[in-house]
């Protein structure tokens, strides 16, 4: 059994995530982002799971769910899955990127952390000045999100450290009509969450539909993730522990 946290858990991927997850045996603590949502939530998952509060787009709250997740002991599994799609620049800056950035660096190092992604990072542009600029969009956020997660793979050679793209599925984000496979779209975090196969116990890989992808190549440029990572650093007053 693994003891596993999920960010952006109380609907969507994040949950569906997490009741499989808790259906296999496994002890999930879900994340929601107010006390409203952990309330629905816990009406949601069986038995006497933990649901953690924070808004991630505010980075002492971040800080302290990080705290909260320490306090509960060194956890095998993080999923980093909250994301926002139609939001501010500076909302999708903070949630998107500098949260999964601060509760990587703060959280205990698990075994295995897994980020999610999008078919949206091709179209994204990794460049620094896209930051600094205040113009950043969901679809620049992705590579951000790669990049993130390349980093700690390289960083952190004990840790798996990998990237899900979960396709375009019919969640509250993904809207009623999206064309994408539902299951398939959360059964790949349950399977790099707790799987021994070889092919699950990789890092630095970007996965769809438990399939490796190529991803867009900036994503794998070490000057471009070097610049990223200074960046988060400026922006959250914390370094990452190499």
């Known amino acids: 059994m693994a003891k596993i946290f999920i960010t952006g858990s109380s609907d969507g991927l994040g949950l569906l995530a997490a009741k499989s997850l808790i ?3 496994h002890d999930v603590v879900l994340h929601a982002r107010n006390e409203e949502r952990k309330a629905e939530t816990l009406t949601k998952v069986p038995g006497e799971t933990i649901v953690l509060t924070a808004d991630l787009s505010d980075i002492k709250q971040t800080k302290k769910l990080a705290e909260q997740v320490n306090d509960l002991g060194t956890f095998d599994v993080v999923i980093h899955n909250t994301g926002v799609w139609k939001a501010s620049a500076d909302t999708i800056l903070s949630v998107n990127l500098i949260a999964p950035y601060l509760l990587t660096a703060l959280i205990n190092k698990p075994k295995r952390l897994i980020y999610l992604s999008s078919s949206m990072h091709m179209q994204g542009h990794a460049e620094l000045k896209r930051l600094t600029a205040n113009s950043i969009s969901y ?3 992705k590579p951000y999100v790669l990049m993130l997660s390349n980093f700690v793979a390289k960083h952190w050679p004990d840790v798996y450290s990998n990237a899900v793209d979960p396709g375009w599925v019919p969640t509250n984000m993904g809207g009623k009509s999206a064309p994408d496979d539902l299951q398939k779209g959360f059964e790949t975090q ?3 969450a707790e799987s021994n196969e070889v092919d ?3 890092s630095g890989k970007y996965f769809y539909h438990q399939k490796q992808n190529k991803p867009n190549p900036h994503a ?5 993730q070097q610049e990223l990572i200074d960046y ?4 959250s007053d914390l370094s990452f522990p190499l």
């Open 190 to 192: 349950v399977w790099l």
């Open 139 to 141: 679809s620049d956020s």
């Open 23 to 25: 259906g296999k045996g």
């Open 232 to 235: 988060c650093r400026q922006v």
């Open 200 to 202: 699950a116990e990789v």
């Open 220 to 224: 794998t440029d070490n000057l471009l």
